[in-house]
């Protein structure tokens, strides 16, 4: 039973100002979340809203879960903040432990944020940090992408593509560049997972590598699988060539697992893509991952960015080094007690409940129920990869996102959540889905999509 006391409903929603809204429609119009359980969001009158992005891409276990509830409050009790400058608390150490344990292959040494945003400019940072800490300090340059998400931050604006995140704040950060995205509609619309055309887009890479000198390049970061944009699947051998290249010319490779808001990893870790990361679906293993979203089950904010060990003894030092701070850089609130208590709590779902592998066995069943939407009114592609899909509906004349944003605000009064970016509505529903549940969430969308102008 989903509790909404009608005393939880405010009265003022002006002192509030509302990230990534349209404040002033929203707070004409306001639709509000009063509590959650499982599958379903409550309203505060009561009315039952079945979530079909798992919140932000982030609550993969679903709501209310109370074993994560549990471990919070304990955690709250016993030791509700500890500072990790030259201290620690034994959760930090569980946590980094736990999260190595299920990344690939030596990318187990990890230093922890408090959201993905975050986790991109610490990557960024170590990605500097380790070519100056190896004698390459000339390489400074950071290579995003087109249509990327990476956050908010400083770093994350000037490494993504998204330009409207970006576009009253300045240049960003001096020295980066982009490669083009991989979403080629004509050639590649209704997909059903990785797309046949595109992998050459990865070769762009070396012709930034002929402008700028590979001498001047400390990393590139990409999302294997990008989320906020749209939900664009990367073309089959885009990753290895990527891969490929970074080797050949000593480029560090992040992956944004997104969401994640993610993305990306935050978005694409922990179970999305039925693994616990986009790298070991992919099998293309990166220098450096950022982590966030799932990680707590979204119960309490976290984001973590895992390296390889040589980048950590590289930025650490080597035995017999100069003692000191290594990398002037951290969070007051990393490896929060509360957050790494949420963390280990939902780790233990993932693996006492098998949702990695539970996603996975809900893949088949997932892609053809987006794909019977193919013939419904104004959409002009389905993509889907694990169990994400995007579909892209024709914009209107002179009203770009105008249709989605249309589409998003109906589906909720309806009962359904989704995501709107652009003109194309994402899906992501956390990792206990049932079937029964994708129908409901097809039939909702054919008929709102059947309604819509």
């Known amino acids: 039973m989903l509790d909404t006391p009608a005393s939880d409903a405010p009265n003022d929603l002006e002192s509030f100002w509302m990230p990534f809204t349209d404040n002033r429609y929203f707070k004409a119009n306001p639709r509000m979340l009063a509590s959650a359980s499982g599958m379903y969001y409550a309203t505060p009158e009561g009315r039952r809203v079945l979530d079909g992005t798992a919140g932000l891409w982030c609550v993969n276990a679903g709501h209310g879960r109370e074993t994560i509830t549990a471990a919070i409050r304990e955690q709250a009790g016993k030791l509700d903040f500890a500072p990790n400058f030259q201290l620690g608390h034994p959760l930090a150490f569980q946590v980094a432990a736990r999260i190595g344990a299920i990344m690939p292959a030596n990318i187990d040494r990890i230093f922890v944020a408090n959201s993905g945003s975050e986790a991109v400019d610490t990557a960024l940072k170590i990605a500097l940090a380790y070519h100056r800490a190896r004698g390459q300090g000339t390489r400074t340059r950071l290579i995003g992408r087109e249509r990327g998400y990476h956050g908010t931050g400083f770093g994350g604006i000037s490494v993504g593509g998204i330009v409207s995140n970006r576009r009253v704040f300045g240049s960003g950060l001096p020295g980066t560049d982009h490669l083009p995205h991989t979403h080629d509609l004509a050639r590649n619309a209704f997909t059903r997972g990785q797309p046949e055309h595109g992998a050459h887009l990865a070769d762009t890479l070396e012709n930034l590598v002929a402008l700028h000198g590979a001498e001047t390049i400390a990393?590139?970061?990409?999302?294997?699988?990008?989320?906020?944009?749209?939900?664009?699947?990367?073309?089959?051998?885009?990753?290895?060539?990527?891969?490929?290249?970074?080797?050949?010319?000593?480029?560090?490779?992040?992956?944004?697992?997104?969401?994640?808001?993610?993305?990306?990893?935050?978005?694409?870790?922990?179970?999305?893509?039925?693994?616990?990361?986009?790298?070991?679906?992919?099998?293309?293993?990166?220098?450096?991952?950022?982590?966030?979203?799932g990680i707590t089950n979204a119960a309490v904010p976290m984001g973590?960015?895992?390296?390889?060990?040589?980048?950590?003894?590289?930025?650490?030092?080597?035995?017999?080094?100069?003692?000191?701070?290594?990398?002037?850089?951290?969070?007051?609130?990393?490896?929060?007690?509360?957050?790494?208590?949420?963390?280990?709590?939902?780790?233990?779902?993932?693996?006492?409940?098998?949702?990695?592998?539970?996603?996975?066995?809900?893949?088949?069943?997932?892609?053809?129920?987006?794909?019977?939407?193919?013939?419904?009114?104004?959409?002009?592609?389905?993509?889907?990869?694990?169990?994400?899909?995007?579909?892209?509906?024709?914009?209107?004349?002179?009203?770009?996102?105008?249709?989605?944003?249309?589409l998003f605000r109906k589906l909720f009064d309806q009962g359904l959540l989704v995501r709107a970016t652009a003109d194309i509505i994402a899906l992501s529903p956390p990792l206990i889905v049932t079937e029964e549940q994708i129908d409901t969430m097809v039939r909702m969308l054919r008929a709102a999509l059947t309604e819509l102008a």
């Open 219 to 293: 990393a590139v970061i990409v999302e294997p699988l990008a989320g906020s944009t749209g939900v664009l699947v990367p073309p089959k051998g885009y990753l290895e060539r990527l891969r490929a290249i970074c080797d050949r010319h000593g480029i560090l490779l992040i992956f944004r697992s997104q969401p994640t808001e993610t993305g990306d990893e935050v978005i694409t870790g922990f179970g999305r893509l039925g693994a616990a990361t986009a790298a070991e679906r992919f099998g293309v293993i990166p220098d450096i991952i950022t982590l966030a979203k």
């Open 304 to 406: 973590a960015i895992a390296c390889n060990r040589e980048i950590y003894d590289t930025v650490t030092g080597a035995p017999g080094a100069a003692a000191g701070i290594e990398l002037f850089h951290g969070y007051t609130y990393s490896a929060h007690p509360l957050a790494c208590a949420a963390a280990l709590a939902t780790l233990d779902l993932y693996r006492d409940e098998a949702l990695f592998a539970r996603a996975h066995s809900l893949e088949a069943r997932w892609e053809t129920a987006m794909h019977s939407l193919a013939d419904a009114p104004h959409v002009i592609d389905v993509r889907n990869f694990g169990l994400v899909a995007g579909i892209e509906l024709t914009p209107r004349p002179d009203a770009p996102g105008a249709r989605a944003q249309e």
